[in-house]
């Protein structure tokens, strides 16, 4: 049976994976978003934390304001006993893989709550959404599936010239189809800051045409394609630490070269690897590691 976390109104901010650097900037686009006109899109909500965080800034803007304005999206489901960890760890609730965490979202959101629209399910079984897009924050992109139905679903809506994409896997090394569909539409936006946290943060600046969206929906692009654009995505990025991404391009290689120029390649990499490296960093290197060396992992993206 699941327990939601205290709900006292003095309990601390909605846990989730979103660092507090994430969570500010998060509170300051909702709260500057929240005239231009368009909805808040917060895809893969998780805890709530960031579904809270977009709300307080809106209601920061429009305090009298108490219609629903932040969409949420999430399956409330793990597959994962290490998510089911992570959950314990940031809510101190028990959750087995397949149990539903909507009750912590619930009890975490519960000051905003009727600023929200929550969409409970599997993102794919969603047909449309048609409503303009001030601001798409995506936490969701954990398959190649799901990222091709989110840019569908979602992209069409989001408002050019003022539009607000926030990827939160971006500085990530599970999912390098992200940095290469976003470097091939980086004709069409600007980059705001390019690291917060493990998130990058892009304006749009005119809209995508029909047949970008579709190479980008299908992932329709070559073995060369995907590696200048996941090296210019590495370029763009200038002094900014790009370790992550860079890891991320070794487990694009693997999917394009095979396991064991991977494993070679992590071998070169580690070779020369800083050893001034964070602590998720680190463990997101272990995981590499483990992965060249047994060719086994759960992530989706590998």
């Not at 998780?46 to 999206?73: K, M, N, W």
């Not at 409970?120 to 969603?126: F, K, L």
């Not at 990827?167 to 992200?178: E, V």
């Not at 073995?223 to 763009?236: P, S, V």
């Amino acid at each position: 049976m699941l327990t939601p976390p205290n709900t006292s109104p003095h309990r601390p901010q909605a846990p989730g994976l979103i660092t507090e650097a994430e969570r500010a900037f998060l509170v300051a686009l909702g709260r500057g978003m929240a005239n231009i006109g368009g909805i808040y899109v917060d895809a893969g909500s998780f805890l709530g934390a960031s579904a809270e965080a977009l709300a307080s800034g809106y209601i920061q803007s429009r305090p009298t304001d108490r219609t629903p304005h932040v969409h949420c999206f999430d399956a409330f489901q793990t597959p994962f006993s290490e998510t089911c960890t992570l959950i314990e760890e940031k809510s101190g609730v028990q959750v087995r893989p397949g149990e539903s965490f909507r009750p912590i979202f619930e009890a975490n959101t519960l000051a905003v709550r009727d600023l929200l629209v929550v969409h409970e399910g599997d993102i794919s079984d969603i047909n449309a959404f048609s409503l303009p897009i001030s601001l798409l924050f995506l936490d969701i992109c954990k398959s190649l599936e799901t990222h091709g139905k989110v840019v569908d679903l979602f992209f069409r809506q989001l408002r050019p010239d003022v539009g607000i994409l926030v990827h939160q896997d971006y500085h990530h090394p599970h999912l390098p189809y992200i940095h290469v569909c976003t470097e091939y539409l980086a004709h069409r936006f600007e980059i705001i800051t390019p690291r917060i946290g493990e998130s990058l943060a892009l304006r749009l600046k005119s809209r995508p045409t029909e047949a970008e969206l579709k190479r980008v929906i299908q992932y329709d692009f070559s073995k060369d394609e995907q590696i200048r654009l996941m090296d210019a995505a590495l370029a763009r990025m200038g002094n900014v630490d790009t370790f992550e991404m860079q890891l991320a391009r070794l487990v694009l290689r693997r999917r394009l070269f095979g396991h064991a120029r991977f494993a070679q390649d992590v071998l070169t990499f580690i070779r020369r690897c800083s050893s001034t490296l964070s602590k998720r960093q680190v463990i997101y290197l272990d995981r590499i590691l483990n992965y060249a060396k047994t060719n086994e992992s759960h992530f989706s993206g590998w």
